[in-house]
Every structure is written in structure tokens, then in C-alpha cells.
């Protein structure tokens, strides 16, 4: 098997080759060490980029260039081929999409560096004319010397909502749950971070894939500007075949680095009731939507704890087979916004998260992933950041249920935020915001 050198030459020879009823070629890497992917990622000079890792680490993906675009995921099903993914997602929804963000994308790519287990490939998505595809492959670097920017250091930080409209929004929230059908509302707060230079992203990616365990990692980059990354611990759902696995992540508390203390930690969320009753929301609504499409709705009796490196979450696994027409495309967006990023019902939930949140959230709890013909998975891209420039925005939510406190849920936020911010400083910056 050729190393990576050899294999981009292989790619256009095998693309030479191709019969005009193929769609897709592989070529096995002999040898490519996991750490150079991201470094070489950000050295490719065609865009749009994609970055995947599945939470049990199984498979990895860099996908660059795009063959096709869709906005919305139902035409997208009708041009798949065997072995093919569809990457992308949709943004949160919103009447007030800052200009220029997508309400969603997906892209069929061009090359793929891809991992499935511990093979390595290189693969590329063919069309009728492929003069496209062979000058995106003669653009990609083989250079992958594992060297990124330092990350700069924190210059301004500042809370949108500030502390004093964030409690006000969360006692507005209770209020309204105790007057209307509202049950659960997620308020987020977006903090940007002003750096004392420009940053792409990457660096933040790689810190993040090596120090947060049990999580999706992603990058989505349309252009050399703007990246948006994340480490999140939420699947959305994951489909194999007529199989469909999704979970309730709800119910939050942080770490300790103090064993015994993190065992209170733990013991405190398996049995705080307003946590729990959070947690129940998602299971219900979750079940209520999968319904029509499922013959049956199997959930775990019992939460189990999620430790990550920061905080420790509730989790319900849920697990259902398909009907055998069920309409896959209808999938991602019966199930996105799930209560656990926007709260229940739906509709008054969202009509809340419009009119008091301060800001668009576009792509933070979203939905990114991937489509096939046997399978597709997404995360909720939560514990995400959006990098621009010299601004790094972070974005973090907090469930308002009965019994919430704006003071907890503020600190709350600031624990979920450190998953990513924690990497650049772990001094506490988040105090400083204007």
C-alpha cells in the first residue's frame, strides 16, 4: 500500500481508469499517523473543509471541495451511491439569521482522507467531468509535518447576554413556565473573546480531539475566514439500516478534580429532582417525534452518568427500528431542535429563545453529520465555538425548568464553555467580561 505521497498519485490514476458507471474511488494508505491529520487538513488550500471524528473514535474524516451542494437534506438522499457520505447540517432555527450564515448546508465532497478504524484512504467522489476533480487533487499537499500556530493569548471578553439580562431572562423564563404551557426553555449565552491575534481554528480543534474523550469533534470551514469547531458529547441520532439510536443528554453538573468530591458531584446529580425532570423532557419529546416514524421505542430505565473533562451530564440511551417506509430525509429535522438545546414545546420554546436571547445562535445547537445509503449520523453542536479573525465566540445553554437559578445555571455555562476554553487558558477569563 502506498503512503499518502503515493496515494494522491494512485487517486489520479485510478480516476483516469474509472469506468464511466463508477461513482467513487479508494486507495489504501500504507501508513499515516493520526496526529498529522489536522495539520494537514490546514495546509489544503481547497475549500469547503469538513472535519469528523466519531464520540467511539472508530472513524475519521477530512473532507475538502465540494462535487454538489444542497440546501436542504431531502434531494440530497437522491443522488447518493454506494460508499458515498453526504456532509453538512442545519444551522438552529431562527427569524434572524445574521446576514451571510447558512440555515444549512450539505456537500457531496470531492477527496475525503478518511479512517475507518485503523486503515487510512483517500477517496474521491466521481462526476462526468473530471477535469474539476483532478485539479483539486494536483492542489493537495502532501506535506503533513505536524506543526500548527500557537494559540493566542485572551485580550476582551464579553457575555451576550451580560450577567444582569441573563438573570433577567431566566426569571422572565420561570415565570412564563409557571403562567403558560411553556414546560422548558435553553437560554444560551454567546461569550466573544477578543484575541491579541488572529486565529484559524485548527489549532483549537487539535488541542480539543486529544484532550476531550467521549465527544464528536468537527470543524466546518467554507472559507478561509471563518470556522466553525466543537467538541460535543450529543448524538443526535445515528441511523445503520432500519436501526436508530438517539439519546437524552440533559442535566448537568461539573467536575471535581478531588475523587471523593466528584463522587458527591455524582451522586447529587442521579438523584437531584429538577435535573431528572429535565432529563424526562427530552426522553418524552424525543419519543413523541421518533413515534410516527418507528415500530417501536425502546428507553434505557435508568440515566446513566457521562463524564467528560469538565462536567458530568444525565444520559438516556433511546433505541428504535424504523418502519419500512419511514422517510429517512425527514429524520434530521423531526428530531433537531431536540428539547435538550431549546426546551418544550417546541414552537413556545423557540418563540421564547427569539424574542429574549440577545443574539442568532446559527450554528451552535445545530445538527452536523452525515447522510448515506446504509447509514447517517449527527451530533448537536453544542460545546462549539465560532472562529473569526482575531474572535473566538463561544456558545454554551442552560435548561430553565422550575426550581432553576440564574446564579447556578451563569456557572453552569462557564463550566460547559471551558470544554474549549480551558485549552487556550485555564485562567479564569470568563470573570473578566465586560
Given at each position: 500500500m502506498p503512503d499518502l505521497v503515493h496515494a494522491i498519485k494512485a487517486l489520479l490514476e485510478a480516476i483516469n481508469a474509472a469506468s464511466s458507471d463508477e461513482t467513487r474511488v479508494e486507495i489504501p494508505i500504507e501508513s499515516f499517523n493520526a496526529d498529522h491529520v489536522v495539520p494537514w487538513m490546514a495546509k489544503q488550500a481547497i475549500f469547503p473543509?469538513?472535519?469528523?471524528?466519531?464520540?467511539?473514535?472508530t472513524e475519521e474524516?477530512?473532507?475538502?471541495?465540494?462535487?454538489?451542494t444542497f440546501s436542504d437534506i431531502n434531494p440530497a438522499y437522491s443522488v447518493l451511491s454506494r460508499n458515498q457520505r453526504i456532509w453538512g447540517g442545519y444551522a438552529f432555527p431562527s427569524a434572524s439569521h445574521q446576514e451571510g450564515c447558512l440555515t444549512s448546508y450539505f456537500f457531496l465532497p470531492q477527496v475525503e482522507l478518511l479512517r475507518r478504524k485503523q486503515q487510512w484512504f483517500l477517496a474521491a467522489n466521481l462526476v462526468e467531468d473530471k477535469d474539476a476533480l483532478r485539479r483539486a487533487i494536483h492542489k493537495l499537499s502532501a506535506?503533513?509535518?505536524?506543526?500548527?500556530?500557537?494559540?493566542?493569548n485572551v485580550d476582551v471578553v464579553q457575555h451576550i447576554p451580560n450577567k444582569i439580562k441573563w438573570n433577567e431572562n431566566v426569571n422572565l423564563a420561570l415565570k412564563t413556565i409557571t403562567e403558560t404551557e411553556l414546560k422548558k426553555v435553553v437560554l444560551a449565552r454567546k461569550t466573544v473573546i477578543t484575541l491579541d491575534a488572529p486565529m484559524q481554528g485548527y489549532e483549537l480543534l487539535e488541542l480539543s480531539r486529544r484532550s476531550n474523550a467521549n465527544s464528536?469533534?468537527?470543524?466546518?470551514?467554507?472559507?478561509?475566514?471563518?470556522a466553525f469547531i466543537g467538541s460535543t458529547p450529543e448524538r443526535l441520532y445515528s441511523r445503520r439500516g432500519g436501526l436508530l439510536e438517539t439519546?437524552?443528554?440533559?442535566?448537568?453538573?461539573g467536575r471535581d478534580a478531588n475523587p471523593t468530591q466528584d463522587l458527591k458531584l455524582?451522586?447529587?446529580?442521579?438523584q437531584d429532582k429538577k435535573n431528572l425532570t429535565?432529563?424526562?423532557?427530552?426522553?418524552?419529546?424525543?419519543?413523541?417525534?421518533?413515534?410516527?416514524?418507528?415500530q417501536g421505542v425502546d428507553v434505557e430505565n435508568e440515566p446513566q452518568l457521562v463524564f467528560l473533562r469538565k462536567v458530568q451530564h444525565l444520559k438516556r440511551h433511546i433505541q428504535a427500528e424504523l418502519v419500512s417506509d419511514a422517510d429517512r430525509s425527514q429524520l434530521l429535522q423531526t428530531l433537531q431542535p431536540t428539547a435538550a438545546v431549546a426546551g418544550l414545546p417546541r414552537t413556545q420554546a423557540l418563540q421564547f429563545i427569539e424574542q429574549h436571547e440577545?443574539?442568532?445562535r446559527s450554528w451552535y445547537s445545530g445538527s452536523v453529520g452525515y447522510i448515506s445509503e446504509t447509514s447517517a449520523e449527527f451530533c448537536v453542536a453544542i460545546r462549539s465555538a465560532l472562529v473569526h479573525g482575531n474572535h473566538l465566540s463561544l456558545f454554551a445553554g442552560a435548561g430553565i425548568v422550575p426550581g432553576s437559578e440564574a446564579e447556578y445555571e451563569w456557572q453552569e455555562l462557564d463550566k460547559k464553555m471551558s470544554t474549549l476554553l480551558s485549552l487556550i487558558t485555564e485562567k479564569n477569563v470568563l470573570e473578566q467580561a465586560q
Open positions: 473543509k469538513f472535519y469528523w471524528q466519531s464520540r467511539d473514535t474524516t477530512v473532507a475538502l471541495g465540494q462535487v454538489r506535506d503533513f509535518v505536524n506543526e500548527l500556530n500557537p494559540v493566542p464528536f469533534h468537527f470543524l466546518l470551514q467554507l472559507d478561509k475566514d471563518h439519546e437524552a443528554l440533559a442535566g448537568t453538573i455524582s451522586n447529587w446529580l442521579m429535565e432529563n424526562q423532557y427530552v426522553v418524552d419529546d424525543i419519543i413523541d417525534r421518533l413515534t410516527p416514524f418507528c440577545g443574539f442568532s
